[in-house]
């Protein structure tokens, strides 16, 4: 069965600082990885994804196959960053079915 | 564009009693999924939906069902409503199935009494 762990509920970091939310799964498959995020009051939506290899709003995220890690960086953080973070992960077969993290919130203080 | 609604947005049962929630998609996606929330469990899938059938779904009792029409709008149902099915019901939606991204709509907050 397909697992994913986050294992930080809270991070409290300042602005300017490095951020670095963890995420690791277990899956038999080669899998798809995404981050979600949630803002205060708005709706779940998709952060990245790891074959994209792309930055978002600064973000960054490699997927270690070694470690079965897919952790989420920003070299510095802004107070707009303060969210709630899903990692999430889908079987090959279809993306619908998403597994997902209990989700690490980020707090960014001034 | 109009994003995911999904209707109620918030309900009170007792338990026993059956509940059934609304989602409807973006205009023009296709597959719908719907996922459990819970402070303890966190974000958990239910079910997915395409071309109104069933292709997926999670570890949940047969208390929990759903269906999707031909417009594509989704209905979930859960009955004989037990104190811990109270969370928040998400759905979301994608253009199809291998679509990478899913929208999520505002979810609906239940409570069993």
């Known amino acids: 069965a397909q697992r994913v762990t986050q294992p930080e509920k809270l991070l409290s970091v300042f602005k300017g600082a490095p951020v670095e939310l963890k995420c690791n799964y277990s899956?038999?498959?080669?899998?798809?990885l995404f981050w979600y995020v949630q803002y205060s009051r708005q709706r779940l939506q998709l952060l990245l994804r790891?074959?994209s290899r792309e930055s978002i709003k600064g973000f960054t995220a490699d997927l270690n196959k070694g470690e079965t890690s897919f952790h989420l960086k920003k070299p510095f953080a802004q107070e707009e960053d303060s969210a709630m973070y899903y990692c999430?992960?889908?079987?090959?077969?279809?993306?619908?079915?998403?597994?997902f993290g209990k989700g690490t919130m980020l707090l960014v203080s001034p | 564009k109009a994003g995911v609604t999904q209707t109620p947005r918030y309900l009170i049962k007792t338990r026993g009693q059956q509940v059934t929630l609304s989602c409807s998609p973006i205009?023009?996606?296709?597959?719908v999924s719907w996922y459990q929330q819970t402070p303890g469990q966190g974000l958990q899938f239910l079910f997915e939906?395409?071309?109104?059938?069933?292709?997926n779904k999670g570890n949940f009792p047969g208390r929990f069902s759903g269906r999707q029409f031909s417009n594509s709008r989704s209905e979930m149902n859960v009955s004989t409503l037990e104190l811990g099915d109270s969370a928040l019901y998400l759905c979301?939606?994608?253009?199809?199935?291998?679509?990478?991204?899913?929208?999520f709509g505002p979810g609906t907050r239940l409570t069993v009494t």
């Open positions: 979301a939606s994608s253009l199809a199935p291998e679509a990478y991204e899913q929208y």
């Open positions: 899956y038999s498959g080669s899998p798809e």
């Open positions: 790891h074959i």
């Open positions: 999430a992960l889908s079987p090959n077969s279809g993306y619908s079915t998403l597994t």
């Open positions: 205009s023009g996606h296709r597959s």
């Open positions: 939906y395409f071309s109104e059938t069933q292709r």
